[in-house]
């Protein structure tokens, strides 16, 4: 009973390790690792597992290690990991001394293989994959043993030191474990641990040509490093017998405890590495850190705060079934953060040109203020003048009952500014609005009026000639369904990109405090949004993504988000 009280309110892992802690497992240590493949950035999904693994280590004392499973050389680069060091820094995590590589432990592997095969664990198989996969059998029938399984183990000996010399090309020979071709489970169906591969390693050039799967690297890596907890998502389920087979068959000193989560599935994305690269490389994206993109590099280059994100990973929690969560608590989350800590200023996006006929041509500053959810923010100057820009969408000529904004003849405020009267509208040889003449009131000075009248409608506005242009992109999600891979017979998951993922708005209207921004910084466009000024930009050629809305703007219209 009282080991249930002090694992009431967890989630099943945390309660798992807590009791482990409370019997004296592992000696009633908590160690636990990070081991991303170094052949993508990583993404929201990862960033899950990342709070999970270094969360659960912090909460007692432990800690987690960071180790790269870079045991295919085909698919991984130096640059990726680079790049995944990069993030994980920015979401606000430290690993201290602690960084490891699976290729670091490729002589050990290799000489534990070696073993296996002593202990006639292990065979030499020359089948090609395909006749590998031929013989597996099925769910309900048993699979057919290599010709190659009784070896003795002086000759598989002599073949894996042979393989290791390279006398065998690619798909040549394989080793595989000895263990059940009738087994239920198809991956203990005598499944491949090494196989040739002559392709030059990032870190260990060409000193290597085998290498072990995932499946035989990472358990020796977990027990090498002793590890005590392997926290893994839901696929690695039918792989647990075989992380315990290999370290039982090898009697190893340290046996972590493999556990299963839920992995993390948003909305209308992908999650898959592999149809991320797909989509780089067909060019729908300018890469792995484009704003679009579910990759940690693109949500910071969009401005979403590492805080945001790992409160949304903590309110997921941790489950044992899977499920998708809407892109729109993600956006929540960042709303929320960003509510908080980001500055505000004035953007016209779609400038309209107006003219106050009646101020004078002395330019003048007003105070805004900084961020009215934190006081301490304080205020600032604007500067503002006769010739302002407002949004065009704040002006219709002949406006419908409920348009409380800008139209001949009314009366609207300028935030923190004056009440002004349009008096006459400007149009082009076609017909088009292209200024509007307007008067205002100086007794109205900051926003009210002192005979108390009121306005409905207040408007954000930019001085025309202090104005900072700049461009503005506005993203909506990358596809247009929420299951992207749920595709029809014959179709394709690239059929659901959203056409409207990206829209790029030149020579946009910003306040002039702006042009101090930093790459990087985020803030709140008043009545626009939030947004961040890309990392790409430069000086000359400022460029400001937007992060999210102000509101939630999810509508379920024909399956599309609107907004």
Same mark, same amino acid.
């Given at each position: 009973m009282e080991d249930q009280a002090e694992t009431a309110g967890l989630d099943f892992i945390r309660s798992i390790v807590a009791t482990d802690v409370a019997s004296g497992k592992h000696g009633g240590a908590v160690v636990t690792r990070?081991?991303?493949?170094?052949?993508?950035?990583?993404?929201?999904g990862h960033a899950k597992a990342i709070c999970l693994d270094f969360g659960v280590a912090a909460e007692h004392g432990g800690r987690c290690h960071l180790r790269f499973d870079d045991t295919n050389p085909t698919r991984e680069e130096g640059e990726f990991v680079e790049a995944i060091l990069r993030d994980l820094r920015w979401l606000g995590f430290d690993w201290g001394e602690y960084l490891y590589y699976a290729s670091d432990y490729f002589e050990r592997l290799y000489d534990y293989a070696v073993e296996l095969v002593g202990r006639g664990k292990a065979f030499v198989c020359d089948l090609s994959s395909e006749e590998i996969a031929a013989r597996r059998g099925t769910l309900t029938e048993a699979g057919t043993p290599s010709p190659f399984r009784e070896r003795s183990v002086e000759e598989n000996l002599d073949l894996f030191a042979r393989m290791k010399a390279g006398e065998f090309e690619n798909g040549e020979r394989t080793l595989r474990a000895r263990i059940d071709m009738a087994s239920p489970n198809l991956v203990m169906r005598d499944p491949i641990l090494y196989r040739v591969h002559k392709v030059p390693h990032h870190r260990t050039g060409e000193q290597w040509c085998i290498y072990p799967l995932y499946d035989f690297a990472h358990c020796l890596s977990d027990s090498v490093e002793g590890i005590t907890h392997s926290l893994c998502s839901l696929e690695f389920v039918d792989r647990r017998a075989l992380y315990?087979?290999?370290?039982?068959?090898l009697?190893?000193?340290?046996?972590?405890?493999?556990?299963?989560?839920?992995?993390?599935n948003l909305s209308h994305t992908v999650m898959s590495k592999r149809v991320l690269r797909e989509i780089i490389e067909a060019g729908h994206v300018e890469g792995w850190d484009d704003p679009r993109m579910p990759t940690l590099s693109g949500m910071r280059r969009r401005g979403y705060p590492p805080a945001a994100l790992r409160s949304f990973c903590e309110g997921v929690g941790v489950a044992k079934r899977a499920n998708t969560i809407e892109m729109a608590r993600l956006e929540h989350s960042v709303r929320e953060e960003l509510n908080r800590t980001a500055p505000r200023a004035m953007a016209v996006l779609d400038p309209l040109r107006v003219v106050i006929e009646n101020y004078p041509e002395e330019d003048e500053e007003l105070e805004a203020v900084n961020n009215p959810e934190d006081p301490s923010a304080g205020t600032r100057r604007v500067p503002f003048s006769r010739e302002l820009f407002i949004e065009r969408a704040d002006f219709m000529e002949d406006p419908p009952k409920k348009f409380f904004r800008l139209a001949p003849g009314r009366e609207v405020r300028l935030r923190y500014a004056y009440f002004i009267t349009c008096e006459e509208v400007v149009k082009d040889a076609e017909g088009h609005v292209v200024e509007l003449r307007c008067r205002y009131d100086p007794a109205t000075r900051g926003g009210d009026a002192p005979d108390g009248r009121k306005v409905k409608g207040t408007l954000h506005w930019v001085s025309q000639r202090h104005a900072v242009r $700049?461009? &503005?992109?506005l993203y909506e999600t990358l596809f247009e369904v929420e299951d992207p891979m749920d595709v029809p017979e014959g179709g394709h998951f690239l059929d659901h990109l959203n056409p409207d993922s990206l829209r790029r708005l030149e020579d946009c209207a910003l306040e002039p405090?702006?042009?101090?921004a930093e790459v990087g910084s985020r803030?709140?466009?008043?009545?626009q949004g939030y947004f961040c000024l890309d990392g790409r930009s430069?000086?000359? $050629?400022? &460029?400001?993504?937007?992060?999210?809305?102000?509101?939630?703007?999810?509508?379920?219209?024909?399956?599309?988000?609107?907004?």
């Amino acid at each position: 009973m009282e080991d249930q009280a002090e694992t009431a309110g967890l989630d099943f892992i945390r309660s798992i390790v807590a009791t482990d802690v409370a019997s004296g497992k592992h000696g009633g240590a908590v160690v636990t690792r990070f081991p991303p493949e170094p052949s993508g950035h990583l993404h929201i999904g990862h960033a899950k597992a990342i709070c999970l693994d270094f969360g659960v280590a912090a909460e007692h004392g432990g800690r987690c290690h960071l180790r790269f499973d870079d045991t295919n050389p085909t698919r991984e680069e130096g640059e990726f990991v680079e790049a995944i060091l990069r993030d994980l820094r920015w979401l606000g995590f430290d690993w201290g001394e602690y960084l490891y590589y699976a290729s670091d432990y490729f002589e050990r592997l290799y000489d534990y293989a070696v073993e296996l095969v002593g202990r006639g664990k292990a065979f030499v198989c020359d089948l090609s994959s395909e006749e590998i996969a031929a013989r597996r059998g099925t769910l309900t029938e048993a699979g057919t043993p290599s010709p190659f399984r009784e070896r003795s183990v002086e000759e598989n000996l002599d073949l894996f030191a042979r393989m290791k010399a390279g006398e065998f090309e690619n798909g040549e020979r394989t080793l595989r474990a000895r263990i059940d071709m009738a087994s239920p489970n198809l991956v203990m169906r005598d499944p491949i641990l090494y196989r040739v591969h002559k392709v030059p390693h990032h870190r260990t050039g060409e000193q290597w040509c085998i290498y072990p799967l995932y499946d035989f690297a990472h358990c020796l890596s977990d027990s090498v490093e002793g590890i005590t907890h392997s926290l893994c998502s839901l696929e690695f389920v039918d792989r647990r017998a075989l992380y315990d087979w290999i370290l039982d068959a090898l009697e190893t000193p340290c046996h972590p405890q493999q556990i299963e989560f839920a992995r993390l599935n948003l909305s209308h994305t992908v999650m898959s590495k592999r149809v991320l690269r797909e989509i780089i490389e067909a060019g729908h994206v300018e890469g792995w850190d484009d704003p679009r993109m579910p990759t940690l590099s693109g949500m910071r280059r969009r401005g979403y705060p590492p805080a945001a994100l790992r409160s949304f990973c903590e309110g997921v929690g941790v489950a044992k079934r899977a499920n998708t969560i809407e892109m729109a608590r993600l956006e929540h989350s960042v709303r929320e953060e960003l509510n908080r800590t980001a500055p505000r200023a004035m953007a016209v996006l779609d400038p309209l040109r107006v003219v106050i006929e009646n101020y004078p041509e002395e330019d003048e500053e007003l105070e805004a203020v900084n961020n009215p959810e934190d006081p301490s923010a304080g205020t600032r100057r604007v500067p503002f003048s006769r010739e302002l820009f407002i949004e065009r969408a704040d002006f219709m000529e002949d406006p419908p009952k409920k348009f409380f904004r800008l139209a001949p003849g009314r009366e609207v405020r300028l935030r923190y500014a004056y009440f002004i009267t349009c008096e006459e509208v400007v149009k082009d040889a076609e017909g088009h609005v292209v200024e509007l003449r307007c008067r205002y009131d100086p007794a109205t000075r900051g926003g009210d009026a002192p005979d108390g009248r009121k306005v409905k409608g207040t408007l954000h506005w930019v001085s025309q000639r202090h104005a900072v242009r $700049a461009e &503005v992109r506005l993203y909506e999600t990358l596809f247009e369904v929420e299951d992207p891979m749920d595709v029809p017979e014959g179709g394709h998951f690239l059929d659901h990109l959203n056409p409207d993922s990206l829209r790029r708005l030149e020579d946009c209207a910003l306040e002039p405090a702006l042009a101090a921004a930093e790459v990087g910084s985020r803030w709140q466009f008043e009545r626009q949004g939030y947004f961040c000024l890309d990392g790409r930009s430069t000086p000359e $050629a400022p &460029v400001w993504n937007r992060s999210v809305t102000l509101r939630d703007s999810w509508a379920k219209v024909s399956g599309k988000r609107k907004g």
